[in-house]
């Protein structure tokens, strides 16, 4: 039964997201989002903070800041971070609010970071990035909010390597994984009882991963648009003390150090069904008009 | 080992080792723009920084990591 429970609800799914992106894609074939023209004000914030980006980079967050709003995600993300312009100067700002502050949940890099145009890679070794956003500061619980990654390294390891999260301690975990202990998950709440595992993982740890948990208790765990694990939980636990960190675990000055490289990461409130789905879609357009999908 | 040693394909096995007081003097400070040193213990308890940190520092004051013995890396294992 549970299958097919699974089976109806994932066509279903599919079949409405799949809607959903003809009509995103129609509308950038109708050239409603490449216009270079139409610079909204905060791509052109945002564009105006980091500098230097080109012609083709400035469109690229023109036309992502634009679909965000029309489909209603921009209002839902406290931080975008779009990893663009190829230096830790460049990545470190935050779409949603473009200033040089920690204040802005700017991103601090630390340990052995490779900048390029495709992203940032942490080593795997001590780097990370940190938001300077204190999940326990901002957020309500855990029902209220999501974490997003877009990944361009394919690995899987048997050790831990978290690749966006906050762990204060064990019961107040906020943390989300591609291919990490051979698994794939979303823990948010007590990592004993609150988590959305695939397990074993998704077998190419590339693309976007979304982790959301909704107003009705569910967890929820999508990779490049499909619903990947899930689970039904009360959540009682405490949100983390510590800031949210990309590229490893904060838990313990650094543990879990991630190995994958970062094309695009987010922080907001909670995403639905079709939100996720749709979020893929831009994130993967973004990339697509960068030259640099997987 | 040196850095000037080291292949690419060697740069995920090997770190900086450092004193203490080398340790120290790195906290808190800028090996490039908008990118601080980050020095760990490792599983023998050795203060050590990365191969990335060490070659991509432009810093003046601190190109004498540069110039740090490696040491193959091995993690502390990760309990919580």
Redesign the interface.
Same mark, same amino acid.
């Given at each position: 039964m549970n299958g097919l429970t699974n089976g109806l609800y994932d066509g279903l799914l599919t079949g409405q997201g799949n809607g959903l992106f003809d009509g995103l894609n129609n509308g950038l074939n109708n050239g409603l989002f490449n216009n270079d023209s139409a610079n909204d004000y905060n791509a052109l914030s945002f564009i105006n903070a980091v500098g230097t980006l080109t012609s083709r980079e400035a469109n690229a967050i023109n036309v992502l800041v634009y679909q965000l709003k029309y489909y209603k995600i921009w209002n839902k993300c406290v931080a975008i971070y779009p990893f663009i312009g190829g230096?830790?100067?460049t990545h470190?700002f935050n779409l949603v609010s473009p200033l040089d502050s920690n204040a802005a949940y700017r991103l601090?890099?630390?340990?052995?970071?490779?900048h390029s145009s495709t992203g940032a890679l942490p080593?795997?070794?001590?780097?990370?990035a940190n938001t300077n956003l204190i999940p326990n500061n901002f957020f309500r619980n855990y029902n209220s909010l999501h974490l997003s990654f877009y990944s361009r390294t394919n690995s899987i390891t048997l050790? /831990?390597r978290v690749d966006i999260g906050s762990?204060s301690a064990?019961n107040r975990s906020l943390l989300m994984a591609y291919g990490s202990y051979n698994q794939t998950y979303y823990y948010s709440g007590d990592?004993l009882l609150n988590f959305a595992v695939q397990n074993p993982g998704v077998a190419d740890t590339r693309g976007l991963l979304i982790g959301t948990t909704t107003a009705y208790n569910r967890l929820q765990l999508f990779n490049n648009g499909r619903l990947i694990a899930s689970d039904n939980d009360v959540i009682s636990a405490s949100l983390p003390t510590l800031n949210i960190w990309i590229g490893a675990n904060s838990?313990?000055? /650094?543990?879990?150090?991630g190995n994958k490289e970062c094309a695009f990461a987010s922080i907001g409130y909670s995403l639905n069904n079709y939100e996720c789905i749709i979020l893929y879609q831009i994130v993967q357009n973004y990339q697509s008009l960068l030259g640099r999908q997987v | 080992m040196k850095l000037t040693e080291l292949t690419p394909e060697q740069y995920l096995t090997y770190v900086g080792l450092l004193t203490i007081e080398q340790k120290d003097s790195l906290i808190g400070q800028l090996y490039m723009a908008d990118s601080y040193f980050n020095p760990i213990q490792d599983y023998y308890e050795n203060w050590v920084i990365s191969v990335e940190e060490m070659s991509q520092c432009i810093n003046p004051e601190f190109m004498w990591v540069k110039d740090l013995d490696l040491i193959e890396y091995r993690p502390k294992e990760f309990i919580l």
């Open positions: 230096t830790a100067s470190k601090t890099f630390s340990g052995g970071w490779t080593n795997g070794t001590n780097a990370f050790t /831990g762990q064990a990592n838990n313990s000055g /650094g543990v879990e150090w | -």
